[in-house]
């Protein structure tokens, strides 16, 4: 049972939508993923549903290959705002909902990422997210002088380092270093100043941060990692999860198994909010959603739909598209090759009906319904240790944003399962968790600058 907690909610704003064809809808604003107003819309509209966060997915480049040769000439998303500049201009229109954004710790230094996300939880007063993620691709690592991505190993290995480092600038100043006496002329008590001299393997940072501590001591660290060490990752240092899992005993199995691993860095499981994404599509019946549904699948072209599957499978242009998923020898990604190729065989499906089955969801469970069958998915998940919230993905934006605020938060409400106000100003305060004292706040230190 929930013993009075609530369930968590995020949005991810990326794009226009999370279908590949969302650009196309006629509600939706074509060239909105490049305009400040429909990111304003978003964000207030999250904000009128009391979402916790409106959540900002990012790379540092284009992602994906052109495959087949004119695919991303179809696609919106080869575009869009670096995220702490948009979420800056978000801050000024909205009060409460929070503001997270993705920065990559292969591209960036700590000192970069630990200021700029200490600014904009100032300028939010106490709303900023980091999503920390490692960037997988060589798309990315070609933009920075890289012939291609730094192994797995190796980008765990300087992420790890980088957070730390980011949360010990973050810690540079005590909450009350700054006394602002105007009568004496000091403006801070040095003993309440700490310097980092860090020295690792990867970084030597020597600090102190030139930002004061942030409202939320820190940012909330939300991380996006699914293997062995991205659960260890975020078991010691997140603050929120962003998963991936398509079924109740998937979704289960990961949240126990990150949920496990806190005990040994001093964690209490309620600490950390495991979130999975969730793409609800809605409608006042269900022959309305589906009818929803249907209408975004049938502005899929096969070029946008053999993309979804060149990324893994190869490009499977030439074979028939109403004819079997042949299994090219080489696949790019092989274990999720596998898992496509293994779901057409199981369930009969051509390759128009695979793409069109992957369009949407990328990963992320669906579901299509009413708002009542959309809670009744929520609240199995909720109340069986699969989930503390939802990160919600749009169909297509601002319309499925929308639908879910106008309908399904109005059932979680009366279920009991969300709030009906905001709990507090900040993002911690929202999520309930912690936030973090100062490790040598009320002790005596010595520090000059
Ligand atoms: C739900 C989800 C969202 C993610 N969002 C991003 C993102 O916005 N940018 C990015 O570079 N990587 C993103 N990733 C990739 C992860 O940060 C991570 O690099 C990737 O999952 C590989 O690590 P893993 O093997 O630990 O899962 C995301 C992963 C998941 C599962």
């Known amino acids: 049972m ?13 794009g226009l939508g999370y279908h590949p064809a969302a650009w196309r809808h006629p509600d939706t604003p074509s060239g909105g993923n490049m305009e400040l107003r429909h990111f304003v819309n978003m964000a207030q509209i999250a904000e009128r549903g009391l979402f916790d966060m ?3 997915a990012d790379g540092v480049g284009i992602r994906a290959y052109d495959e087949p040769p004119g695919a991303l000439s179809h696609l919106a998303n080869n575009v869009q705002f670096e995220p702490l500049t ?3 201009a978000l801050a000024m229109v909205t009060s409460h909902v929070g503001l997270v954004a993705t920065a990559s710790t292969t591209y960036n230094e700590p000192y970069h990422v630990a200021r700029k996300f ?12 980091w999503n920390v993620v490692t960037s997988r691709t060589d798309m990315e690592a070609q933009n920075f ?11 765990y290995d300087r992420a790890i380092e980088f957070v730390d480092v980011v949360r010990g600038l973050w810690d540079s100043w005590e909450d009350d270093a700054f006394i602002r006496d105007q009568k004496s002329g000091r403006n801070y008590d040095g003993a309440k100043l700490h310097i980092l001299y860090h020295k690792g393997k990867h970084f030597s940072v020597r600090g102190p941060l030139n930002v004061s501590r942030a409202p939320q001591g820190h940012p909330v660290i939300v991380q996006a990692g699914a293997s062995d060490q991205g659960r260890e990752l975020a078991a010691a240092t997140a603050d929120v999860i962003y998963a991936a899992s398509q079924t109740l005993d998937e979704a289960r199995t990961y ?6 691993r806190m005990a040994k860095y ?19 019946t269900a022959q309305e959603a589906r009818d929803k549904y249907e209408q975004m699948q049938a502005l899929v072209e096969p070029v946008v739909g053999l993309a979804q599957l060149a990324g893994s499978m190869g490009d499977l242009t030439g074979y028939p598209l109403d004819g079997p998923v042949p299994r090219l020898p080489e696949w790019r990604l092989r274990s999720r090759g596998q898992l496509m190729y293994d779901l057409a065989q199981r369930e009969g499906l051509t390759i128009r009906q695979l793409y069109l089955a992957i369009a949407a969801g990328n990963g992320h469970r669906q579901v299509i319904g009413t708002a009542a069958q959309v809670v009744d998915l929520m609240q199995e998940w909720f109340e069986n240790d699969a989930a503390d919230g939802f990160n919600v993905l749009p169909l297509h934006s601002p319309g499925g944003l929308e639908d879910f605020v106008n309908m399904v938060v109005p059932e979680m409400q009366r279920r009991g399962l969300y709030r009906t106000s905001y709990e507090g100003d900040t993002l911690r305060n929202n999520l309930g968790i912690p936030r973090p004292e100062h490790p040598q706040s009320g002790k005596q230190a010595v520090a000059a600058c």
């Open 2 to 14: 929930s013993n009075g907690r609530q369930i968590k909610l995020g949005v991810s704003m990326i």
């Open 54 to 56: 409106v959540f900002l």
């Open 86 to 88: 948009l979420l800056s």
């Open 118 to 129: 200490a600014s904009l939880d100032h300028i939010s007063s106490g709303r900023a997210g």
């Open 145 to 155: 002088g890289l012939p291609e991505s730094p192994g797995y190993d190796d980008r």
């Open 255 to 260: 949240y126990a198994s990150v949920k496990g």
């Open 266 to 284: 001093g964690r209490g499981t309620d600490e950390l909010k495991i979130m999975p994404g969730l793409m609800a599509v809605v409608g006042a």
